[in-house]
């Protein structure tokens, strides 16, 4: 009876061995995660695509909105003038450009506040902190 020698990488019972089975598991892994990583940058391009058209809408969308509040402004003005029975023109002016003065210092009052509202996210910080000892069994 002639013995066939044994292949490195399989056993006498025909199965792959452990040290197979961990390259092949390495291989897939491997494989699967480069094919993620090209499904991401082909969504990543989509939606940047999207996202570039959008924020040049906004922002023409936004210097059409500053050019209606420079015409209300004028039209405001023109109205606080009424065809020469109101104020005089320079008078009407300053009206509006003190009522957006005193707009413009709300505003920044109240994103005063909101700004101090801000705090640390404490909670995932613990958090963080807590992984290595999970990782090391100290849980």
């Known amino acids: 009876m002639a013995h066939e020698p044994i292949k490195p990488g399989s056993n006498l019972d025909g199965d792959p061995t452990l040290g197979k089975l961990v390259m092949d598991a390495q291989r897939d892994i491997s494989t699967l995660i480069s094919k993620e990583i090209q499904l ?3 969504e990543i391009k989509v939606s940047v695509k999207h996202g570039g058209v959008g924020i040049g809408l906004f922002a023409g969308a936004a210097f059409l909105g500053l050019l209606a509040i420079i015409m ?5 003005a023109y109205f606080i003038h009424w065809n020469g029975q109101g104020l005089d023109l320079h008078w009407a002016f300053l009206i509006v450009f003190g009522l957006y003065v005193l707009i413009a210092g709300v505003l920044a009052l ?5 700004v101090k509202q801000v705090k640390a996210p404490e909670r995932a910080i613990e958090q963080g902190r807590q992984i290595p000892q999970a990782l090391k069994g100290r849980g």
């Not at 209300?72 to 405001?76: F, K």
Request: no cysteine; glycine share 8%.
């Open 72 to 76: 209300l402004s004028v039209a405001i």
């Open 40 to 42: 991401a940058k082909s």
């Open 110 to 114: 109240i994103g005063v506040k909101q």
